[in-house]
C-alpha cells in the first residue's frame, strides 16, 4: 500500500475525530447552558409601592431602580401538587447562589394568609384558583423577591423520581398508622430508619397524623422538617450517582418547569461541585395557631420574615425593604 495513502487516512480520520470531538464540545455547550433571570414583571403583576417625598419635595427612586441583580443567582419555585385536592401541599422557594456557593430552600407553609378578598385566603387556595401562575404572582408578592423558574410535580411523578435514583435511605422520625379509604392511602411504618421505595417515601412525607389523632405537635410544621429532611436524603443519593445530564433527563421526564433540559444539566452540575453540605432549609417564620375568617392559618412574622428574605432569598446587590413585602396580619 502507498505509504502516502496511508499516512493521508491516519491524517484524515484523525481529522475527522478532532471535528466529531470538537462538534460534540459545541453541542453539549449549546445544550447545558445557565438558565436567564426573569425579566422585570410588568408593573400590573406586581404590588405597587409609593414612595414618600423626600425633604425637598423630590420622590425618591424605587430601591428596584437602584439595585442589579446578582450574577448566576437565581429563585426557582418547587411546588408539590396534589391533583386529588386541587392544591399545592408542598411548596419551596430555592435560591440557587452559584458565586456565594449555597443552596437556599425555605419552605412555605401551606396555610400562610394572604392579602386577598379570596373564599380562602390560605397560600395552598393561590395553585387551586390559577395554577402555577398564580401562585408564582402571590409568592413574588407576599416576600417581594422575583420567581425566575418554577417546577412542579405531582404524586405520580415523585413516586417516579425516588425509584428512578434508587430509592432513598431515610430515618422515620415517628411511628405512622393512618388511613384514608377515599384516597386510597395507607400508611404504617416502625419509626427508624429504612430504605424507602418511591411509594413509600410519598406516604412518609404526607403523613401528618395517625388514626387516633397523634401526630406532629406542630402539625404541618412537623411535616414540613420531615420533608425536609428527606430532601436532603434525596441529595445526598443524587450525589452518589453524580451523573448530571443523566440525572436532568430523568428529572425533566417527570416534572413540569419553564426550565429547558441544559438549564437542568447546568444546574445540575453545579449542586454536584457545591456538595449536599451546600444546601441549607429554612421555614417562613409564624404563628400556625392562627385564624382568619374561621380558617386556621399561619400568619407570617413580618420581621423575621425579612430577615430570612434578605439571608436566603434575596438575589440583588442590596437589602430588600420592609415595603417590598405583603405581610397581613389580622
Known sequence: MDHRFKRGRIVGALLLAGALVFLAFAAARLFIRPPEPAPERP??????????????????????????????????????VDHSGGGSDTNLLVRFDVPRGRIDAVSLPRDTLLHHEWYSNKLNFAYASGGTELLRDEVENLLGVPVDYCISVDLQGFIALVDQIGGVDFDIPADMNYDDPAQGLHIHFAKG??????????????????????????????????????????????ARLGNAPALARVFSAYVKTDLTAGNL??????????????????????????????????????EATLALVNEALNPYDMPISADELDIFVP
Not at 44 to 68: E, F, K, L, M, Y
Request: contains cysteine.
Open 265 to 302: 444539566a447546568w444546574l445540575g452540575a453545579e449542586a454536584l461541585k457545591l456538595g449536599t453540605e451546600s444546601v441549607s432549609f429554612h421555614t417562613l417564620p409564624g404563628d400556625g395557631a392562627g385564624r382568619f375568617r374561621r380558617e386556621s392559618v399561619y400568619v407570617l412574622d413580618p
Open 43 to 80: 408593573a400590573a403583576q406586581v404590588r405597587i409601592v409609593t414612595p414618600s417625598p423626600a425633604p425637598d419635595g423630590d420622590v425618591p427612586a424605587p430601591a428596584s431602580a437602584q439595585r442589579a441583580r446578582r450574577a448566576y443567582c437565581y429563585n426557582i419555585l418547587v411546588s408539590g
Open 193 to 238: 430508619p429504612r430504605h424507602l421505595s418511591g411509594q413509600q417515601a410519598m406516604e412518609v412525607v404526607r403523613w401528618r397524623k395517625n388514626n387516633d389523632g397523634s401526630g406532629y405537635p406542630d402539625a404541618d410544621i412537623g411535616r414540613i422538617r420531615t420533608q425536609q429532611a428527606f430532601l436532603r436524603s434525596v441529595a445526598r443519593q443524587a
